[in-house]
């Protein structure tokens, strides 16, 4: 694997103090399976001040130091090293009453959750494998590491991780770890909708996402109970549209919550504490579902109620209408590129109307109504031509 120098840089400072490192967890999981690596995670046996103190030509951050972890800044990259560790006994299903720090790499090892997560590499790419993660992604599975029910309890949060995992990598569950996790189901109620919204995003974005919710829809009613009431027909119409979408989380939620017809899609959005901005964009594609999209007028109401990209709200609608002309849908919209579509564009403002004597809530009325007659070719979009054809209205 080629390890860039900004890690091995700091590999070979620990190393020359003495100290053993390892790449461990998603970096070398996504090398071993040729898919880009995001961020590189470091383990090593020596204790947080000893990692700082190997450091001292180095800005480094503590933010995680009280679990071990020190943040190092190489070359512009911050680097997490962590101390080996055990985690105590956990509490509320979802944290541990604390870590204990090892020398041990093999037990570092153990106390995480997937044997696929658990594959370490030493600064010239030799690999510890002491669970048998590189067999297991071979075989594109998902194993706990341990025992896997106790593992679910002690930590809920793995249940979601081992379902985004699967729609991610496309594997598939091991039997033990898939039974543990559905026995185990219950205990998500102890996650943080933040932490549950999370997952399920990345979960949504996997390629396997359909059929990792069909096949694991009693976990997702835990926290999701509206999807009890979704019907066979419902659960397919969801399910066929979520096979066509592209690999996008808020558009694969638009699907999955207008699609399913469960009801109030925005409270759901809001009790899984999605943000402000996520809820607009989704809600707004969802409202837009059936929108007409054949003229150009339709295509100047859509640039008006938009409030999100384009493409993705196409990727959005050939989903729920797989009959949709994809090609003429797009050149359609951008033939309406300098049209008028919204208030700001209209060649009149407010003070225009208020000279014609109109008083109040009417100004904002007078000018939507102009605002449409130029969206449907009523009247052209020019200063007096809008005053003559506001006058001719029967409000005067
Ligand atoms: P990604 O960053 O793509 O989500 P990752 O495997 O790097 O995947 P992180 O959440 O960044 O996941 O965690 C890094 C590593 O820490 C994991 O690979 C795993 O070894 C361990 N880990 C993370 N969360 C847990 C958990 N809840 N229980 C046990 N081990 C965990
Ligand atoms: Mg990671």
Redesign the pocket.
């Known amino acids: 694997m080629d390890i860039p120098s900004y890690v091995t840089e700091l590999m070979d400072v620990l190393e020359e103090n003495g100290y053993e490192c390892f790449i ?4 070398l ?2 090398a071993l399976l040729s898919l880009p690596v ?2 590189y ?1 470091l383990t090593t046996n020596a204790l947080p001040e000893e990692i700082k103190h190997c450091f001292t030509d180095y800005k480094t951050i503590d933010t995680g130091i009280q679990h071990g972890t020190v943040t190092v800044l190489s070359h512009h990259h911050p680097i997490e090293i962590t101390t080996y560790r055990v ?1 105590a006994p956990y509490e509320d299903h979802r944290h541990p009453s604390g870590v204990i720090f090892t020398r041990a790499l093999k037990e570092d ?1 153990a ?4 044997t ?3 594959v370490c590499a030493d600064r010239n790419g030799r690999i510890m494998d002491f669970f048998g993660g590189r067999e297991d992604m071979k075989n594109r599975k998902i194993r706990a590491i341990g025992y896997p029910e106790k ?1 679910f309890d ?2 809920a ?2 249940i979601l ?1 081992a379902l ?2 699967a729609s ?1 990598l496309t594997f598939t569950i091991e039997t033990e770890t898939d039974l543990a996790l559905r026995r185990k189901k219950d205990t998500l109620a102890y996650v943080s909708a933040e932490r549950i919204s999370a997952e399920l995003k ?1 979960l949504l974005e996997g390629r396997n996402r359909a059929a990792v919710l069909v096949s694991y829809r009693e976990v997702f009613e835990v926290f999701l109970p509206q999807l009890k009431d979704v019907d066979e027909v419902h659960m397919e119409k969801m399910i066929s549209a979520l096979s066509l979408a592209p690999q996008d989380a808020s558009v694969n939620m638009a699907l999955f919550l207008s699609e399913s017809g469960m009801s109030d899609p925005e409270q759901i959005l809001k009790d899984l504490k999605y943000s402000n901005a996520d809820i607009r964009m989704i809600m707004n594609l969802i409202e837009l579902r059936d929108m007409p999209c054949k003229t150009k007028i339709d295509m100047r109401r859509l640039r008006n109620r938009l409030q999100c990209p384009f493409d993705m709200y196409l990727a959005y609608r050939c989903a729920c209408h797989s009959n949709t002309d994809k090609e003429k849908v797009s050149s359609l919209y951008e033939e309406t590129a300098n049209d008028c579509t919204s208030l700001k564009d209209l060649a009149i403002r407010g003070n225009d109307v208020t000279a014609l004597g109109i008083k109040g809530p009417q100004i904002g009325q007078c000018l939507e109504a102009a605002l449409d007659a130029v969206m449907e070719d009523r009247v052209i979009n020019e200063h007096d031509a809008l005053l003559a054809w506001l006058k001719d209205q029967s409000i005067f």
């Open positions: 461990v967890g998603g970096a999981r996504s995001k961020d995670d985690d090892c106390r995480r959750d997937f696929i997560n658990a593992r002690e930590d949060l793995r991780r985004r995992f991610v990345g």
